[in-house]
């Protein structure tokens, strides 16, 4: 996949801070330190297993099951082992099912504030995103009615935002889908990130199956970003589709990962709880902060890793500031587009609270420097 040039800016920012071992706001996933409560012997001897030939396009069996039983638990829903695709991470399922359902300059519909990859994705394949308000039915309908429009992308909980969508919208979409027929493609990779007292609205619940593309991964709601692994569920027909078309470009998912991610899920059920804990720990101390500083996110943030804070300044001057002074790593909120210039994505996933105070206050002080 070729990134448009936002991501390449953020993936420049990503190794700037690295290097200086700045704090990382700039990243969106959390990050914990925590050991295997597996049977190491076991587990190499389930990889050999598996790497003796090559991969299976349709996954480790015990894995499929686990999608199953999460789908089950998390949008309780049956899904069919031929629904499940699996795929290198979410954008890589966004990728290959939009390669493979749509042709170049066909119109996809995002959101006004849209996680940058979703643009990325879109240009790279030819196809034309509409930008739209989606607090604004009327606005959308509109533009889903005259422009052809070819598939809705949903992102619930919101990145960089932290929304989730209401039972209205997703009942609106669902409206939208019977009448004019685009895709809806709901990326749901942190939907098992949310906070009390808030609690996840599954778009399957109110989307006709037909019509929904699902986008999962164990990145964000199991706290495996290493592995690179998730899944697409779709109808049967679609996801044969994306995995011809992950085929003729010679993406196999990696073996290893797959029995590690299963291994880890299955194994330590009482680390993850805890890091999820850990992790809503961290978002209500990073709210407190913010408070403290008078510093404003876009909305209550309902789940997720990050924070979308407003700012005086323009944005790619202040990252570049805290970079340069300050050892703080953070992405402009002009990369989501210009109405966003003067706001920062910041993430709390991936730092300790002290990091995150201080960084904070940095973020603070460089913003009266730059005016």
């Known amino acids: ?3 448009e040039p936002q991501s390449i800016k953020i993936l420049k920012i990503n190794k700037r801070a690295g290097d200086i071992r700045a704090i990382r706001l700039d990243k969106g996933s959390p990050s914990f330190d925590f050991e295997l409560n597996v049977d190491t012997k076991s587990l190499v001897k389930r ?3 598996m790497v003796s030939s090559y991969p299976s396009e349709e996954g480790y069996p015990e894995l499929i099951k686990l999608i199953q039983e999460i789908e089950s638990k998390i949008n309780h829903r049956d899904v069919n082992a031929n629904n499940i695709c699996l795929t290198n991470g979410a954008l890589s399922g966004l990728f290959f099912a939009f390669a493979s359902l749509f042709d170049k300059k066909d119109i996809v519909l995002i959101n006004e504030l849209s996680f940058e990859g979703f643009t990325s994705v879109l240009s790279t394949l030819g196809l034309i995103p509409k930008v739209v308000n989606y607090d604004n039915f009327e606005a959308i309908e509109k533009i889903v009615k005259e422009s052809n429009i070819k598939a809705v992308i949903l992102n619930s909980p919101e990145n960089p935002s932290g929304k989730m ?13 019977k009448k004019y027929n685009p895709l809806v493609v709901s990326d749901e990779v942190n939907n098992q990130n949310v906070y009390p007292p808030y609690k996840f609205i599954s778009p399957s ?11 999962n991964s164990f990145s964000k709601n199991y706290f495996l970003p290493g592995v690179r692994l998730g899944w697409v569920i779709a109808r049967e ?16 998912i990696n073996c290893p990962s797959q029995v590690i991610a299963y291994s880890i899920v299955e194994n330590c059920k009482e680390e993850l709880t805890l890091f999820k804990k850990e992790l809503q720990d961290k978002k209500n101390e990073g709210e407190k902060i913010l408070k403290e500083n008078d510093i404003s996110c876009l909305q209550p943030v309902t789940g997720g890793t990050v924070f979308f804070i407003e700012t005086e ?6 990252v570049n500031h805290l970079l340069n002074y300050c050892k703080v790593g953070a992405i402009p909120g002009i990369y989501f ?25 940095s973020i603070k002080q460089a913003t009266y420097d730059c005016k």
Do not use: C, H, P
């Not at 300044?313 to 202040?318: D, F, P, R, W």
């Not at 966003?340 to 105070?357: M, P, Q």
């Open 1 to 3: 996949m070729i990134l």
């Open 47 to 49: 990889i050999l297993r």
């Open 165 to 177: 969508y209401k039972e209205e919208f997703l009942e609106f979409i669902n409206s939208l889908a």
């Open 205 to 215: 619940n109110f989307i006709n199956s037909d019509r929904l593309i699902s986008v």
């Open 237 to 252: 027909e679609i996801t044969k589709k994306i995995k011809n078309a992950m085929a003729v470009s010679q993406v196999s």
């Open 313 to 318: 300044v323009n944005s790619e001057k202040l």
């Open 337 to 361: 587009g210009e109405k966003w210039k003067n706001w920062l994505r910041v993430g709390f996933g991936a730092v300790s609270s002290s990091d995150f105070k201080k960084a904070i206050s």
